[in-house]
């Protein structure tokens, strides 16, 4: 029987199997690429367009997180405030602040630049969109804002504090009572499970340990570690 193709087609196959693997390597040095945004570095410290002072506002001024970040410990995301809640105060405080001059544009229809704008904070943290992550699990179940952001309270500028990887989430997930805190203490900057324990001797516990293991057992925490927990 003639041989209907030409005898070029006898490496058809392979010359598609090398192309094929050729995408497929492509493909996924792009996806860890460009899934892996700049931003998810420790240290990471954007200039954003108001310096704005967590360690003003928190140890000086006295503001909790939620006052700011109001959706924490209801939603997933954790919201950035919006100019008004920045100008309930400074449409009476450090009104002159050249500083302010951004708000001032965006609030305050008496200044001379005024358009009324929503300020443009740029983000710090950012996890890829393949992953889900949840604010009101953690903060809800005695995770603190300090376990994954670090000392906020005393930063002149935020910075990320932890790297975020997958083994960071997972090292917690597997062994979450040395995170755990009382509920009252999760926003607690000053928080310190030892002195905690003295000023709470009817908790029952002695050791940092037996009180991460007892609010374990109290609110009933068993953290997932299976893939679709944070790749839906
Ligand atoms: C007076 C309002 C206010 C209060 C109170 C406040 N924040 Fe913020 N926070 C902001 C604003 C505005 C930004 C965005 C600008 C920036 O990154 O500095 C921000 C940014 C952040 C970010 C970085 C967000 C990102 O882009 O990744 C974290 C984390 C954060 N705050 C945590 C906290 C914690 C924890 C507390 C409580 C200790 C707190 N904040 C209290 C206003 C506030
Ligand atoms: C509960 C009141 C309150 C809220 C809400 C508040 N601030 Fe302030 N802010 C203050 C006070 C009080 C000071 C002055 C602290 C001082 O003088 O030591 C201040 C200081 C500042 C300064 C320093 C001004 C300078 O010239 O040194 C900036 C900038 C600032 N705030 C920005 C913001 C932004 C942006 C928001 C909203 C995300 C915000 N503040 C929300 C009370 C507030
Ligand atoms: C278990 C770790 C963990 C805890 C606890 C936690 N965060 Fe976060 N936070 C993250 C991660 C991860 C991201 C990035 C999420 C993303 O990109 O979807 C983030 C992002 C943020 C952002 C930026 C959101 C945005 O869209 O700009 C803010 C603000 C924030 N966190 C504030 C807080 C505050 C306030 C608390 C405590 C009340 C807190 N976080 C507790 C891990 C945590
Ligand atoms: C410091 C400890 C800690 C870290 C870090 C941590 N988690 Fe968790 N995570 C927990 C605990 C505790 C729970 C609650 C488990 C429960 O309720 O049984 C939880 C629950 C969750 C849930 C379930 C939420 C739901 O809707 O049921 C998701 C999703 C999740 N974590 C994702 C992440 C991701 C993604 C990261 C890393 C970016 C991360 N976690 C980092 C302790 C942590
Ligand atoms: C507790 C949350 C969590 C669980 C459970 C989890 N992952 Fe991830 N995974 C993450 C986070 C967060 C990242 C992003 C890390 C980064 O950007 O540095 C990630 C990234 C990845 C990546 C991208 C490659 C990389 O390293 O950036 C792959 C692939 C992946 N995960 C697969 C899995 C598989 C398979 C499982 C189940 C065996 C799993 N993950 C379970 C949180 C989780």
Known sequence: MANIFPRWSNLLPIKIAVCALSVVA???FAFSYYAT????TVGYQPSQPIPFSHKIHVDQVGLDCRYCHSFVDVAGHSNVPTGSTCWNCHQHVQKESPKLAPLHKSMDPAYPGYDGKPIE??????APDFVYFNHSAHVNRGISCQNCHGNVNTMEVVTQDQNMSMGWCLTCHRNPELNLRPLEEVYNFKYNAVDYLSKNPQSGVKTPEELGLKLKEQFKVKPKTTCATCHH
């Not at 904070?121 to 950012?126: E, L, P």
């Open 121 to 126: 904070w740029v983000r710090v943290h950012k």
């Open 26 to 28: 492509g493909l996924v």
């Open 37 to 40: 945004p700049k931003t998810l």
